[in-house]
């Protein structure tokens, strides 16, 4: 049991790994936004890393960038829309519904439906067989074997 | 019946979305420039630091922004044949140094040959951020009035410069000023 739960310990405190280098803005406002924007935004490098997460040279420009930004008082949709401006929206995280992501917000929901209409199928065709009767025989072995373990 | 339908179905989609995967490249991340004015710079040259160029002083020529580092494995690789474009002379090649070194950026160009017929600095990465580099070597094509019309990511290859981009440089040549 022990290993057990040391393995838990360690697995739920090893995501947080974030913040390679630390930046401090004046206002909690300010740093509020830092935080989440570089949560939000992706390196491009790494692609399956926020620029908060990565080591790459090139996500700690775009902090020294959203930082820098924020210090002159830039707000987080303009930062966002300088972002996309250079990068695409492939930059955010949580990309705007357009029709070029359609698959990707809509797709989820439609494999949903699917799995769903599967189901209901399945449970459909199982009440329309009616369900197996047992024959006098096989119930007669079914309560001695009953039986037998219930003297046990 | 169905009992071979429902495999057989499942069988052909996983296909048909891992056949699509594997012509997808991740890395080719679609620039939102293409058709728009390439953005403005100030950047000191590689060669003469007191000199300032921006893309003004390229305007009326179909040039190419290339970006490029010392430090830069694939841009080994792209370099030959960069040298051999410059040579044919189809279009102005403009290099941006790309967080590098000035010793060691002029030292790759002595000892690789220079493709460049002129390279800027961007020491601390911003012109780079402003053109939306994410990846070096990147190669953009852009018209005379300044628009930039593409964008090779990765190292450009013979094969690439022969069927896409002197196509197009010839193409840009004709268009008016």
Redesign the interface.
Known sequence: MKPFLLMLVLILFSGKSAAVDFRQLENPEQQAAYESLTSELRCLVCQNQTIKDSNAELASDLRRQVYEMLQQGKTKEEIVVFMTDRYGDFVLYNPPFKIITGLLWLGPAFFLLIGLATILFIVRRQRSTPANRLSAEQAQKIRKLLETSDSN | MLKYIIPLALFVTISVFLALGLKLK??E?????IGKPAPVFSASRLDAPEQKLSPKDFKGQVWLFNVWASWCVSCRAEHPVLNELAQQQKAVIVGLNY?DKTDAALNWLRTLGNPYNVSIMDQ???I?????V??VPETFVVDKKGVIRYKHTGPVSANAVEQTLLPLIAQLQAEPE
């Open positions: 991740p890395n991340i679609p620039s939102p420039f967080k601390d990465g911003r780079g951020i402003d053109w939306g994410y990846g």
